[in-house]
Structure formats: structure tokens, C-alpha cells
């Protein structure tokens, strides 16, 4: 186990409180035990605890319930894009929300849902024109970017080829923008959605909000940034990691973060995870599919300090063992045995928003006597180095003068040039 110290694109014209931000994702029904607005209200402060200081909020809306899926069906099925899930609170409840997170100096961005609809929203009957149909005249479940029809039977795929539906979708984000001042969004399935359409609305919604706001695109193709996004998905940096824990070599993965960095569009970062809704529900939370406390933390450090903006999961930071799902409520279950969780996440987002290494510093790859097993790259004058087995290993970092340095982690200063790393332990050391 890592042991924890003490720590007290074409984008918008100003995004300095991006560039600095650290993630929350929060899924509402979850969140607490109550599962609204109200919840997640009284835990602003655990939020802020951890460090993080943008509110990522999991769709609000009303879900559809024709044709839903499991118990209380998908907040990705939206039935109003102006609405409010009642379950979740009323607008005076949510306005109450961001009012609070702003009055912390926290902003709040919300999931939006471009690509397809609930079966039971009104658009449905009242603008059929809005959506994809099939040879059989039949409005379409979503299609993949390849054209193949997915199984995502509890919605129904929008039209942008028809300037009605883009008119319509940019004036419903609008609304939250104008309503609420909310700070932007997390885009769902943004590859689905044609390419025009996201050269039409992002210099819209910035132009609306004329202020800094966030822009988070859930693709990996580069293309975004171009568009305008702030930051799209490291999904190919997170299946790598979990891929190197499976005994893939180390030093292959670094390289090709390196290489993925040198392609990025000016203005454009990585969301950096090792969890989110998605992954937590359909596969395995971090303290589990890394092999425990220690590697989940292991492979945090390995992929947070990465240049990019970090994500915190709800949960993750106590690292829950829960498989929270998307269609039922499961409330995390805060109070977990191990006490050192909070402190050493809330450590990993203070050095990626406050050192200037992580800030600005350039990624490149750190030469090891062990690239098979140690992760090792350097940000500027800071070095990363990850031990990705459980076993402990021995490495030497011939390019970087390790006696001297002091470990960000732990406070302590490295007396040799040989690094004895325990089972899943990791070093972050600057000079």
C-alpha cells in the first residue's frame, strides 16, 4: 500500500479554471442515501475534501419509461431535456445546488444526452421529422458510428442531418446555460453525433455563456479537440493500464501516452480515470480490478499525473468495493475500514492542480532496469515511477538523478540511485 503525506483545441478565451480543475462524478441516485439534489448538498464537503472542484452531475432529467431498461430505467433515456427528475428534487432544489457549489468556488457541468432520445419524450410525436427512421418508415434505435444498430432498445436515435433537430438540441443546452448558469458539459457518445453538428454547437454554446465554460467530449479521436472540446476520453490509456496489470510491458505503455500526447491539438487534454460509471457498473471498481488498495492507488498515480484533468468517481475515493449499476439505486456505502484512502486521492489531485510539473511540465518516457514492470515517465523535473506487479521490484532510472530527490508522496528524501519499490508501490520525485 502507498503510504500518504500530508498536504494542506480551439477553446474558450480564458480557461484557466479548466486547465486547473479536477473531476467529481456524481451519480445523483447514488450519491447518498437519499438519492437528490438535497443529498448531494450536504456532501459538498466530502466532494471538497478529495480536492476536486468541478461537479460532474449524471443526467437529471426526467428517464423515459417506455421501453426502459432494469428496475428505474437508464438516465441516459431522456424524456424532457428541460426537465427535472422529480425523484431528484424540484428546480428550486437543483438551482439551490449549483448556487452552493459556486458560492465554494466549485463549478458544475451536466452529462448531456445528444445522440438519442426516450421513447417517450415529446419530441417523439411532435416533431417525428428529429429522428433517424428505417426502410420500414420506423424511427430507428441508435446506430453505431459504423452504421450497425446497437442494443440500446430503450431510446431512439435523432436526425442531424435535419437543421430542425440541431436548432432544437443547441437551444436545450442553452437553457441550462441561461437558467441555471451551469458550467458546462459532459457530452455522451459524442462520436455518434455527426461531425457538423459539434462545429455548429460548440462556438454556439460559448458564445452563449461568455465566460470560460467546459466542454468534455466521451470519445478518444483527436478530431474533438478540433472542434472546440476541452477534453475527451484516455480510454485507450485506461484499457492499456488495466492490460499492463495483466502483465503487458510497462515501458510499451508509456510510450504510446507519449506518442498520444505529442498528437493533441493545442488546447486539448485527456480526462485521466481508472474508473467511471461506465466502468464501475459493467466491469469492476479500481480497489478490484487492480488487485486491491495498493494497486488501485498504483495505477491512480500512474494515470492521474499523466497531462490531462483527473477523475474521481463517486465512491472511489474511500475505494468501495461496490458494482454500482446505472438502472437501479445503490447508495455508496461511505464508511469503509481503510482510513488512508481519502487523504492519499486528495494528495494525487492537489500535486496534478497545484505543482507546476503537472501543470505545465512536458511528458516524456523515463528509461528503467525494469520496463517490463515499472512504469516511468517524468513531467518537467518531476519523475513517475509505478511499480505495476505484486511483487516487489528493484529499478534504476539512468537518466534521472534519483539520490537527492524527494518523494511527493511521502515527504521522504532518496538516499541511492536504486529504487526499492513494494508490491504495487509507487515514488513521484522531484528535485
Known amino acids: ?228 472540446f476541452d477534453l475527451t476520453y484516455a480510454w485507450d490509456s485506461y484499457g492499456g493500464l488495466k492490460s499492463v496489470w495483466r502483465g503487458k510491458p510497462a515501458s510499451a505503455w508509456v510510450s504510446a501516452q507519449v506518442a498520444d500526447q505529442a498528437a493533441m491539438p493545442k488546447g486539448g487534454a485527456r480526462m485521466r480515470f481508472t474508473t467511471n460509471h461506465d466502468e464501475t457498473a459493467w466491469d469492476k471498481p479500481p480497489v478490484i480490478l487492480f488487485g486491491g488498495s495498493a494497486g488501485a492507488r498504483a495505477a491512480y498515480v500512474a494515470e492521474a499525473l499523466l497531462p490531462g484533468r483527473p477523475l474521481i468517481y463517486n465512491g472511489q475515493e474511500v475505494e468501495s468495493p461496490q458494482t454500482l449499476g446505472i438502472f437501479v439505486q445503490d447508495s455508496i456505502i461511505w464508511n469503509q475500514p481503510d482510513t488512508t484512502a481519502l487523504p492519499f486521492y486528495r494528495l494525487i489531485l492537489h500535486l496534478d492542480r497545484t505543482d507546476p510539473a503537472f501543470l505545465k511540465g512536458p511528458l516524456a518516457a523515463a528509461a528503467t532496469s525494469d520496463s517490463d514492470d515499472v512504469i516511468a515517465y517524468t513531467r518537467g523535473p518531476a519523475l513517475v515511477v509505478v511499480n505495476a506487479r505484486n511483487h516487489p521490484v528493484r529499478a534504476v532510472v539512468p537518466g534521472y538523478r534519483v539520490s537527492g530527490a524527494k518523494d511527493l508522496l511521502t515527504g521522504a528524501t532518496e538516499t541511492g540511485d536504486t529504487l526499492g519499490l513494494p508490491a504495487y508501490g509507487a515514488v513521484v520525485l522531484e528535485r
Not at 38 to 47: A, N
Not at 105 to 116: A, F, S, T, Y
Not at 133 to 157: K, R, Y
Open 1 to 228: 500500500m502507498l503510504p500518504v503525506a500530508t498536504v494542506t483545441a480551439q477553446t474558450a478565451p480564458d480557461t484557466s479554471w479548466v486547465t486547473r480543475s479536477a473531476i467529481y462524478e456524481v451519480y445523483v441516485r447514488d450519491f447518498s442515501p437519499a438519492g437528490n439534489f438535497q443529498g448531494v448538498i450536504r456532501g459538498l464537503d466530502r466532494i471538497q475534501a478529495v480536492g476536486a472542484d468541478v461537479i460532474w452531475l449524471m443526467p437529471i432529467y426526467p428517464v423515459g419509461e417506455k421501453n426502459h431498461k432494469g428496475l428505474l430505467g437508464s438516465p441516459y433515456a431522456v424524456r424532457d431535456y428541460r426537465g427535472i427528475n422529480p425523484a431528484f428534487g424540484t428546480a428550486a432544489d437543483f438551482r439551490e445546488l449549483v448556487g452552493a457549489a459556486h458560492a465554494r468556488g466549485m463549478k458544475v457541468i451536466l452529462d448531456w444526452v445528444p445522440n438519442h432520445t426516450a421513447w417517450d419524450n415529446p419530441w417523439i410525436t411532435e416533431h417525428p421529422s428529429y429522428y433517424v427512421h428505417n426502410a420500414q418508415g420506423e424511427i430507428s434505435v441508435p446506430l453505431d458510428p459504423q452504421g450497425h444498430l446497437t442494443d440500446w432498445t430503450d431510446v431512439a436515435q435523432l436526425d442531424y442531418k435535419n437543421p430542425e433537430t440541431r436548432s432544437a438540441m443547441i437551444a436545450a443546452m442553452r437553457y441550462w446555460i441561461d437558467t441555471y448558469g451551469i458550467d458546462g458539459f459532459r457530452m455522451d457518445a459524442a462520436g455518434f453525433v455527426p461531425d457538423q453538428f459539434w462545429q455548429e454547437c460548440v462556438p454556439a454554446l460559448r458564445a452563449a455563456a461568455k465566460r470560460p465554460i467546459m466542454l468534455l467530449a466521451e470519445w478518444g479521436d483527436l478530431k474533438m479537440h478540433r472542434f472546440g
